[in-house]
């Protein structure tokens, strides 16, 4: 297993050497920033970030995320250029040393959350999900002043609006037809630059607001993978996004795609589900609903390897910053891998 932790660059608050002293960290997860989506990523500003991570003594080796443009997902004229643009970037980051690279095929809306600072009985503050405040929210009507946390905000609002309307005119057939048409063209990419696509499923794993959702369940995820059936088309398994439903079972999930070789990333995190939609917890398995050392012996019982880092934190400590992405609470969750790693292992080598 190789330890990672996600930074967003220079204008990250979270300082690489503080990174790195957390126990057994090894990679840092992160992008380029400074291109719109879409758009080639200079040779410049790819190097700049790795070096910045080598000089503080860890390895740039995952990118989260290359985005994928809406005019792809959408199946739009413009898909071709941008799609040799993605596979451009694929080119740059492999030679810079990267080998997995984590996507999502969300429309729009990336993670979506009703509450991003949401108190917890510990004084901390944590992300959370509520259908009643999701229901209140309605993407076409521009006049209502209300959106949700993880918006793209380089949309107007009645950019957002128009989007969101072409997305309804689209069914999940049709999406699945764009997300074919990317895969094979992709994925030899990929492949010959031996950089692994690592997609990430939808978060929450259940529609929203009308629009198509389908890397949601176990059976998505087996189409997905028969597309283009070659272990560089592979997946992120993000356990928080899975595990907001009762109905994925993430510990077999894990178990059976770390056994075919898919898993290349994961992200580790608890949830607690609730009748109304569900709160992110501390990665501690009893502070929520996933049994986490569980996934973690199904990770490496599959024979997986991979990289794996904490998902998102809470705030705690008085800390302030990125929802989800202070140090404290994931270099808590890191630690807390560590041990169930290293558990699972020693119980495994006998
Ligand atoms: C949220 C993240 C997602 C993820 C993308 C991958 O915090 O897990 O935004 O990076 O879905 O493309």
Not at 83 to 109: D, L, S
Not at 175 to 182: I, R, T, V
């Amino acid at each position: 297993m190789k330890l990672s932790f996600r930074w967003y660059g220079n204008d990250d608050n979270v300082r690489l050497d503080y990174i790195r002293q957390i126990p057994n960290m090894s990679t840092i997860v992160s992008a380029v920033y400074d291109v719109p989506v879409g758009e080639v990523w200079s040779n410049e500003s790819i190097i700049a970030l790795k070096d910045n991570v080598e000089t503080a003594g860890m390895k740039f080796e995952v990118v989260e995320s290359i985005p994928v443009h809406e005019d792809i997902k959408l199946g739009k004229p413009a898909r071709d250029l941008l799609i040799e643009n993605y596979c451009e970037n694929i080119r740059r980051v492999a030679k810079a040393g990267v080998k997995v690279i984590c996507y999502n095929f969300m429309p729009v809306f990336d993670w979506t959350r009703t509450d991003l600072f949401h108190p917890l009985p510990d004084g901390s503050t944590t992300l959370v999900y509520y259908e009643e405040q999701a229901a209140k929210v309605n993407p076409l009507e521009s006049e209502s002043d209300l959106t949700l946390p993880g918006w793209d905000a380089s949309y107007s609002r009645d950019e957002l609006k128009d989007i969101v309307a072409e997305y309804q005119a689209l069914s999940d057939e049709d999406l699945w037809g764009n997300l074919a048409y990317f895969l094979k063209r992709v994925i030899p990419v990929a492949a010959e630059n031996d950089v692994y696509m690592a997609i990430h499923q939808d978060d929450p794993c259940w529609g929203i607001f009308g629009l198509p959702r389908i890397i949601s369940n176990e059976s998505d995820l087996d189409r997905l993978l028969g597309i283009v059936d070659d272990a560089h088309n592979g997946l992120t398994l993000c356990c928080g996004s899975l595990g907001c439903s009762e109905k994925n079972d993430v510990v077999r999930l894990a178990e059976k795609y770390a056994r075919m070789g898919r898993i290349h990333f994961v992200h580790m995190r608890n949830v607690e589900i609730l009748p109304n939609g569900f709160e992110e917890r501390a990665h501690y398995s009893k502070c929520g609903s996933l049994d986490m050392y569980a996934i973690a012996k199904a990770l490496h019982d599959g024979g997986f390897d991979g990289y794996i880092r904490p998902d998102h934190g809470r705030m705690i400590w008085g800390e302030t910053g990125r929802a989800g992405y202070g140090l404290y609470d994931r270099a808590l969750g890191a630690a807390y891998i560590n041990g169930l790693w290293e558990a699972v292992s020693a119980v495994d080598n006998g």
